[in-house]
């Protein structure tokens, strides 16, 4: 049987998609297991299956920030089996109604002897709506189970006491109206800064804003992949996961097109950290950082945190985002779930040889005409770099992937 890999690198690919739902009964419960409906009566269902994404920092310089997607995707509906529950016809007769279902995507990849391969779970989140047209298609939007977070206020806890980060976001994520949809993952904090009495009790905010000042106070990341819940720093694997080859590599190429190259990446150079209303700051030691990216400090409120954390939180940010790392935007194959955001990838991009017909080792003779060629490009990467990935797109249609990196700097 073919590895992953090598069906993900293969020339002709013939991938798997697959779409199920839990429906809820009458009495709100989910139904015990998943129902396959992209093939119902085996009739192909789906006109479109969409994209998703994940993706980490997503915004220049925003502390903590993360995304997970929602997914759109359209429907073939001419004999109404995706109306509403009242009809008869549909798929929810008999049940309590169409919004909140549970929906998953598993994609994979068929072998040569027609074994599936790699098949899991790409994304998984509940229904918010159903638009059916005349045109027989209909239409579902469906929410990552990040939006859970953002439906219930932290007033609901009654919280008091001073808490640390890892306490106050495992107290939010340990609750069965959560865990119904995200099992719960012990929180570690980057910094486990504690919260005052004062600012926990007067904590305003959806669970899900409440994660992200936690990831603020304590230089993390509030992470999800498809049900699996983290809190945690940014720090990239130990290994890569991925070794991705572009032109010029004399290999298959996995990069298809360059979407864009920050070969500097300052967007995200902070030098200097300012606790905003209190002594606390950090700035760079390093002369040329300050000469080149010295603006305005970056002003942080951190009230909430105690007074006892506030120098290592600042000092952490600083370390963070103190030197400018390159960003990398591309195209490759369908990766299934082999890649997600804070892996370790190499990259290796060569550029083209001129002229064409150049000095090949072994494959040259004395006096036959052979140069020496040099490599010609703007972009040419070694794969001694290590790169952090940021954010990953799967266009479940197209069966391609978008991969955001930043290199990761030794």
């Given at each position: 049987m073919s590895t992953l890999t090598e069906l993900i690198r293969r020339g002709k690919q013939k991938p798997i998609r697959k779409c199920y739902i839990k429906r809820r009964d009458t009495d709100g419960d989910y139904e015990a297991d998943w129902v396959r409906v992209d093939n119902w009566k085996q009739i192909d269902r789906v006109a479109k299956w969409g994209k998703v994404s994940i993706e980490v920092d997503e915004e220049d310089g925003v502390i903590g920030s993360f995304n997970i997607s929602n997914l759109s995707m359209t429907v073939k509906n001419e004999d109404g089996l995706f109306n509403v529950e009242t009809d008869a016809r549909s798929i929810w007769y008999n049940y309590l109604n169409r919004s909140l279902t549970k929906l998953k995507i598993e994609c994979g990849y068929t072998d040569d002897d027609d074994s599936e391969?790699?098949?899991?779970?790409?994304?998984?989140?509940?229904?918010?709506?159903?638009?059916?047209?005349?045109?027989?298609?209909?239409?579902?939007?469906?929410?990552?189970?990040?939006?859970?977070?953002?439906?219930?206020?932290?007033?609901?806890?009654?919280?008091?006491?001073?808490?640390?980060?890892?306490?106050?976001?495992?107290?939010?994520?340990?609750?069965?109206?959560?865990?119904?949809?995200?099992?719960?993952?012990?929180?570690?904090?980057?910094?486990?800064?504690?919260?005052?009495?004062?600012?926990?009790?007067?904590?305003?905010?959806?669970?899900?804003?409440?994660?992200?000042?936690?990831?603020?106070?304590?230089?993390?990341?509030?992470?999800?992949?498809?049900?699996?819940?983290?809190?945690?720093?940014?720090?990239?694997?130990?290994?890569?996961?991925?070794?991705?080859?572009?032109?010029?590599?004399?290999?298959?190429?996995?990069?298809?097109?360059?979407?864009?190259?920050?070969?500097?990446?300052?967007?995200?150079?902070?030098?200097?950290?300012?606790a905003k209303g209190t002594n606390f700051e950090a700035i760079s030691t390093v002369p040329l950082l300050l000469k080149k990216y010295l603006g305005e400090p970056e002003l942080l409120t951190i009230d909430d945190v105690d007074d006892t954390d506030k120098q290592a939180l600042v000092d952490s940010l600083l370390a963070e985002w103190e030197y400018p790392k390159p960003v990398i935007s591309f195209e490759t194959r369908f990766l299934v779930n082999t890649l997600e955001p804070l892996n370790k990838i190499t990259i290796d991009i060569k550029g083209q040889t001129v002229p064409i017909d150049t000095f090949v080792w072994d494959a040259w003779n004395w006096d036959d005409g052979s140069k020496w060629g040099k490599k010609k490009g703007a972009i040419i990467i070694s794969n001694s770099r290590n790169w952090k990935v940021l954010k990953v797109e799967k266009d479940l249609d197209g069966w391609k992937t978008k991969v955001k990196a930043e290199e990761i700097l030794a």
């Open positions: 391969v790699g098949v899991v779970s790409v994304f998984e989140g509940v229904i918010d709506d159903v638009k059916i047209g005349d045109n027989q298609q209909a239409k579902i939007k469906v929410l990552s189970y990040q939006t859970v977070l953002k439906k219930y206020d932290i007033s609901d806890l009654s919280l008091t006491g001073a808490k640390t980060v890892d306490t106050l976001v495992d107290e939010i994520m340990n609750q069965t109206k959560i865990t119904n949809f995200i099992p719960f993952v012990a929180s570690t904090a980057n910094e486990n800064s504690t919260i005052t009495s004062i600012a926990v009790g007067a904590l305003q905010n959806s669970y899900w804003g409440v994660l992200k000042d936690m990831a603020k106070f304590s230089n993390s990341v509030p992470f999800m992949n498809i049900t699996a819940f983290a809190f945690k720093a940014r720090t990239p694997g130990a290994t890569s996961v991925f070794d991705f080859r572009g032109h010029g590599s004399r290999l298959y190429d996995d990069i298809f097109k360059i979407s864009s190259f920050d070969d500097e990446g300052k967007k995200k150079v902070r030098v200097h950290w300012i």
